[in-house]
């Protein structure tokens, strides 16, 4: 049978203890609001699986109840009578006695003595050990009654059975007590309630195992959830990257699915979320390499998906919108988008002007409104490393960087090759885009090392594909927020402050 207080406990020991291994250590109040509202985001993220464990409980709780046998339980009462006297003493001593011999009769009630008659009348199948096993007897508290109960497939059977063994009982007491000199027994075994056929099935109860099967799924799936983010566990939050290095999150860019097929961002599109936040990134970049009078950022990040080459690419049109001469420069010579992005020719660009197949003012093609300035990749070369750290390049760079207010190099990722970390190195640092999502904590550690091994210095964080829900939490570290228009700065005041990066 069930036990369900037994299996409420053991499920509220489980979530403690999942707590316990979620927050090991001692934290404080606000601490686990945060991390409590991580793991919440975490589960709400992943509600398609925790719903199909749930499922998957419930299905294998319904399995369960299809393959298994229900089992009915009929049950009997008998009260012990004994004829004490009739004074008042005298019937306080029977009550006793009556309670002492109940337990002792209760015992009984399992024996071989009282089963063997059972089974011949009853012409059962079974042994007495056999049938013993689906009886039990009980004594209440404080009561000379004794509940006998039967357990078996048959409801009918079962109370059948509960029925013979009471009769069995009262017989089999009969001959165990000693009788009076009249030869009548001074105790006798009433029946109160007779076993009535059971309706529904006492194990296993369908609608209890059907719950705890969901909840065990639901349990699980949460566990899962956790334990899969705890192994493999992606970044999700500004928290992690500065608990990871303390690097500054220069911003954050909304996920956008509409992104896929068109990756810029349209002139019209000036006053959306996504086009704002470009524009408080472009804000933000202003603080960095501040006392150099031509600026460079070398954009990567640490494996291939994470949204580089559209962010390095608006946040070059970004910059261009405001005055500033931006250069973009795609520095990925082994899997080039650019070219597909700003539809633009990409049989000329770095690797023509390299080997002097093509001046650097004829590889360099404007787009858009604003002059922005693009050199694309060009023909991929087999040594793409050795050509980007070729002192060729270095100077190529050099004398790009000195032709433009703002340079943005578009870099590979840094996981799978080193051309990123030669870079930084050289151009005073790099910006890492890191998607939500996407990378794990620790391909991001393992990048950051990357660049401290190099020498190269890590600039700031840009969050990529940050869900729409969470972008607001973002905002009020970057200074802006829907609610408090007036802090934020207008668009002559940014247009000013990038300026201000010449």
Partial sequence: ?????????????????????????????????????????????????????????????????????????????????????????????????SQQQARNYSAVATRQVVLEPVIKALDLNTTPDDLSRQISASVPLNTSLISISVTDPSPERAATIANAVATSLSNVVVKLVPNRRDGTSPVQLETVQTAAVPVTPSTPSSRLLLVFGALGGLVGGVAFVIIRERISAKVRSAEQIQNIHGATVLGSISYDRRTAGSPMLAR?????????????????????????????????????????????????ATLAATGNSVCLIEADLRKPVLHSYLDLEGSVGLTTVMTNEASLEDALQPWGPDNLKVLLSGDLPPNPSELLGSSQAEALFRSITEKFDVTIFDCPPLLPVTDAALLAKSLGGAILVVGTGRVEV?????????????????????????????????????????????????????VSAARSMS
């Fill in 1 to 97: 049978m069930f036990r369900g207080p037994y299996l409420l406990r053991t499920v509220g020991i489980l979530l403690v203890h999942r707590c316990w291994v979620c927050f090991p250590r001692p934290v404080s109040i606000g601490m686990v609001y945060v991390n409590f509202r991580e793991s919440w985001s975490l589960v709400r993220g992943h509600w398609v699986s925790v719903i199909a464990l749930a499922a998957l409980g419930t299905m294998l709780a319904a399995g369960y109840l299809l393959i298994t046998t229900p089992k009915y339980t009929a049950r009997t009462e008998l009260f012990v009578a004994v004829d004490g006297g009739s004074s008042t003493a005298d019937l306080a001593q029977g009550s006793n006695y």
């Fill in 268 to 316: 019209r599109a000036g006053d959306s979320p996504r086009a704002e936040e470009f524009r408080q990134l472009r804000t933000n970049l202003r603080f960095l390499q501040t006392d150099a009078p031509h600026k460079a950022f070398v954009v990567t990040s640490s494996i291939p998906g994470e949204g580089k080459s559209t962010t390095s690419a608006n946040l070059a």
């Fill in 442 to 494: 620790r391909e991001l550690k393992k990048t950051v090392e990357s660049l401290e091994t190099a020498g190269a210095n890590l600039l700031g964080v840009i969050l990529n594909f940050v869900p729409v829900r969470t972008v607001g939490q973002y905002k009020q570290v970057y200074g802006r927020t829907d609610k408090s228009p007036k802090s934020a700065p207008s668009e002559e005041q940014d």
